[in-house]
Antibody
Framework: EVKLVESGGGLVQPGRSLKLSCAASGFSFNDYWMGWVRQAPGKGLEWIGEINQDSSTINYTPSLKDKFTISRDNAQNTLYLQMSKLGSEDTAIYYC?????????WGQGVMVTVSS | DIQMTQSPASLSASLGETVTIECRASEDIYNGLAWYQQKPGKSPQLLIYNANSLHTGVPSRFSGSGSGTQYSLKINSLQSEDVASYFCQQYYNYPTFGGGTKLELK
């Protein structure tokens, strides 16, 4: 069974940084592109970015390119999202997802709240 | 960015009814389109990819069609468990999502 479990969310002050993790199991992690998607409360879905199997290609949505960094550790079957200079607009549920043409499996999501 | 315009934003339908949700891309996306279902408090689940291919385990009452810039999701014989929000997403270019359709029972 494909399983993706995000962690590392919580309450963070504006301007601070936070790193999310996504633990993958049930499939060969190093065979897939992986991505991050977020959803602000009551809003739609926003693609953050993606990373290929060997981390040689990483793509971001332009508006987040200078704030967020995606990485992965294939030995640990884990995907990461490093977020910096956080603002209230970054308050959202953050999902990791496996990419196979589209996003075929998603984690349960982790809430990040940016507030003083 | 490719903009995805989804309609309607909300929809009320009766059990057993057929429902159609539309998605229009700002340019040709060559069938690079997926549909997702999201129930309250849950993560999105893939229904359709490549515009018309059913994801594993998805009931056959769901179907996708379209080409070019116009795509649609059809739900035949609406069931109570289909109450959810639905999102389209293009992946011809960097992924972008439609605004969503909230489906409720009448």
């Amino acid at each position: 069974e494909v399983k993706l479990v995000e962690s590392g969310g919580g309450l963070v002050q504006p301007g601070r940084s936070l790193k999310l993790s996504c633990a993958a199991s049930g499939f060969s992690f190093n065979d897939y592109w992986m991505g991050w998607v977020r959803q602000a409360p009551g809003k739609g879905l926003e693609w953050i970015g993606e990373i290929n199997q060997d981390s040689s290609t990483i793509n971001y949505t332009p508006s987040l390119k200078d704030k967020f960094t995606i990485s992965r550790d294939n030995a640990q079957n884990t995907l990461y999202l490093q977020m910096s200079k956080l603002g209230s607009e970054d308050t959202a549920i953050y999902y990791c997802a496996r990419e196979r043409v589209s996003f075929d499996y998603w984690g349960q999501g982790v809430m990040v709240t940016v507030s003083s | 960015d490719i903009q995805m315009t989804q309609s309607p934003a909300s929809l009320s339908a009766s059990l057993g009814e057929t429902v159609t949700i539309e998605c229009r891309a700002s340019e040709d996306i060559y069938n690079g389109l997926a549909w997702y279902q999201q129930k309250p408090g849950k993560s999105p689940q893939l229904l359709i990819y490549n515009a018309n291919s059913l994801h594993t385990g998805v009931p056959s009452r769901f179907s996708g069609s379209g080409s070019g810039t116009q795509y649609s999701l059809k739900i035949n014989s609406l069931q109570s468990e289909d109450v959810a929000s639905y999102f389209c997403q293009q992946y011809y270019n960097y992924p972008t999502f439609g605004g969503g359709t909230k489906l409720e029972l009448k």
